[in-house]
């Protein structure tokens, strides 16, 4: 979220920031799967359906889709539990979960057709430079609950 939103907001990035949360969101994996997800349970809590706690971390989780597969891939490939489990709560809970996960997925496909960079969040200045005032307010605070959407 770092590499994504900072530039976005006008702030600069920090890889050692970014090197922190990487090594965090690894170590929180490996907890999940290995102690929340052990045993043959279809859920987090052994229920048959979902509970909101499968909701709450799965939403958590698939904030990783904004950045591209490779990304996903790379944080997510060497835990197949954690795949299967997300699977089982998509499939339980779809049609919602697509509707919850609907902006999630446009910001990832605005930054794959952008190129995958953090630029993909930087306000355009061409297009700005033509606008009103009164336009750029307007499109500002779209911005700002389009931000607060994603966050």
Do not use: Y
């Not at 929180?28 to 997800?37: D, K, N, Q």
């Amino acid at each position: 979220m770092h590499t994504a939103l900072a530039p976005f907001l006008g702030l600069t990035t920090s890889h050692e920031a970014v090197k922190q949360a990487e090594k965090l969101v690894m170590q929180s994996l490996g907890v999940i799967e290995s102690v929340w997800l052990k045993g043959d349970a279809k859920f987090l809590l052994g229920s048959p359906q979902p509970s909101i706690a499968d909701l709450s971390l799965v939403c958590e989780i698939m904030q990783l889709e904004m950045f591209g597969d490779e990304v996903r891939d790379r944080f997510l490939g060497a835990h197949e539990r954690i795949l299967v489990w997300m699977d089982k709560v998509k499939k339980a809970t779809s049609p919602h979960f697509e509707e919850a996960h609907e902006l999630l997925f446009q910001v990832k496909k605005a930054r794959m057709v952008q190129g995958s960079s953090s630029k993909a969040f930087e306000p355009r200045q061409s297009s700005k430079q033509h606008q009103s005032s009164d336009d750029q307010r307007q499109n500002k605070r779209q911005t700002d609950r389009q931000i607060d959407l994603v966050i």
